[in-house]
């Protein structure tokens, strides 16, 4: 899941994958824009067929926050 | 006043190195945090506006280190001047005032309804679906209500409250050369220090 979650924000935010790693802050490592965020949750919503609450996108700091939410998503 | 610098290709490597170096510590820290040259180039820029706006209009040579409330919102102990700063990959704003201020910029980009439905109202999305463009009547919201939350100090979280312009008095810009929109909230409509609308300068390299 991890390297599924990294390939797409690789892709999103133009960074080479070997450079993100869970810990990675969306904001402050990865320059993600507010804008950026929500665009982002709406490509996991595709990708993983999941419904992701305005809630949660405040919650979702790091690259692991998105990891197990979709996680915890996918199991339900 | 508002200051802009939507000349990203012309603030060469050069110019960034010397900035960068001039940069207070934990502000170069924060710069060399993200992993793309051009952010740290967006970091950096606005850090600089923000010190060419103190020095030029309050006389501000030096403050100390930012804190930041439990939305993000940035602000410098003992110094009245409010400021707020955005940027976008094409831009990057700071706007200073004597009065609470928030200000964003984003890159007009093609309308996407996944994102407007996380911020718009029925009514809002209706006269959105119906218009003859959605790229730019969608940015300008977006920007409106991003510099509403940045006023009140809410950032993202209160994006998604779907909160109303019409309460607050919002200037907005659009800005052909580097295709950006740019939107400036001054505070709610009741508020008597709302009438004054701030200039905007636009900043060249040499000028900082």
Not at chain 2, 80 to 104: E, M, R
Not at chain 2, 130 to 155: N, P
């Amino acid at each position: 899941m991890l390297e599924k979650i990294i390939s797409i924000i690789s892709e999103y935010q133009d960074i080479p994958a070997d450079t993100i790693h869970a810990d990675s802050h969306l904001v402050n490592d990865l320059g993600f824009t507010s804008y950026d965020m929500v665009s982002l949750v709406g490509k996991f919503e595709d990708e993983f067929d999941i419904e992701v609450p305005d809630r949660k996108i405040k919650l979702m700091k790091t690259v692991d926050d998105i990891v197990k939410f979709i996680e915890a998503a996918t199991e339900e | 006043m508002v200051y802009i610098f939507d000349r990203l290709d012309q603030y060469t490597d050069e110019a960034y190195e010397n900035h960068l170096s001039s940069l207070p510590t934990w502000r170069k820290e924060k710069a060399l945090q993200y992993k793309k040259l051009d952010d740290r180039k967006r970091s950096v820029l606005a850090f600089v506006l923000l010190q060419h706006a103190l020095r030029e209009e309050y006389g501000i040579i030096e403050f100390p280190e930012f804190v930041y409330n439990e939305f993000g919102k940035p602000s410098v102990p003992n110094l009245s001047v409010h400021f707020s700063l955005s940027h976008c990959k094409d831009a990057v704003v700071c706007a200073v005032s004597n009065h609470n201020i928030g200000i964003d910029v984003e890159n007009i980009v093609p309308y996407d309804h996944d994102v407007a439905r996380r911020i718009c109202s029925t009514a809002e999305l209706e006269i959105l679906e119906r218009g003859k463009d959605r790229d730019i009547d969608f940015i300008k919201l977006w920007t409106m209500k991003e510099a509403i939350s940045k006023h009140d100090g809410r950032g993202i979280s209160m994006l998604y409250d779907q909160i109303s312009d019409k309460d607050y008095v919002v200037c907005t810009r659009e800005m052909p050369q580097s295709n950006c929109m740019l939107s400036i909230c001054l505070g709610q409509k009741c508020n008597e220090n709302t009438n004054i609308i701030p200039t905007i300068l636009d900043i060249n390299a040499d000028d900082l």
